[in-house]
């Protein structure tokens, strides 16, 4: 049977080096690089492949899926610059958009996956960066799977 998940991942660990860059533009870092194709590995592990892929207009979250190497001739990418500083609203609206019996990933920022989460689930739960939260609807409520986290696995 076929359930409508979503994925709220925080983009990958992101550069300071250029203090003169704008907040928008700041790439990854290092570790940022080396994280994101380690999530990608745990969404083959976990069967959570994305159908369908919300985000930011950032440099790094488009940093990030890059960096992840997913199969973009199979998934829906849509690039949304009001997932950047979104708030907690912005994030209730992007559910709305969410094909039912396929997978989301909504990729963004601090403090909106927090928020998000926390407002799905009644649970604040920390997400560092590029933190994956797995939910599954049921009926009109969505239910905590998991949380993975680079420096956990």
């Known amino acids: 049977m076929l ?40 969404l083959v592990n976990n069967n959570w492949l994305p159908d369908t892929v919300f985000l930011s207009s950032s440099k790094r979250t488009i940093e990030t899926l890059a960096s992840m190497n997913l199969d973009e001739s199979s998934i829906k990418i849509e690039i949304k610059p009001s997932i950047y500083h979104a708030s907690i609203n912005e994030l209730i609206n992007q559910l709305q958009l969410i094909e039912e019996n396929k997978t989301t990933m909504i990729l963004g920022h601090n403090p909106g996956c927090e928020l998000l989460i926390n407002h799905l689930t009644g649970k604040w739960h920390r997400m560092p960066t590029s933190a994956m939260a797995f939910l599954i609807k049921k009926k009109e409520s969505w239910i905590l799977q998991d949380i993975l986290r680079p420096k956990e696995l």
């Open 3 to 42: 359930s409508t998940r979503l994925i709220i991942m925080r983009h990958s660990k992101s550069s300071w080096k250029n203090l003169n860059l704008p907040d928008h533009d700041r790439p990854l870092n290092k570790r940022g690089k080396k994280d994101a194709p380690v999530m990608h590995q745990e």
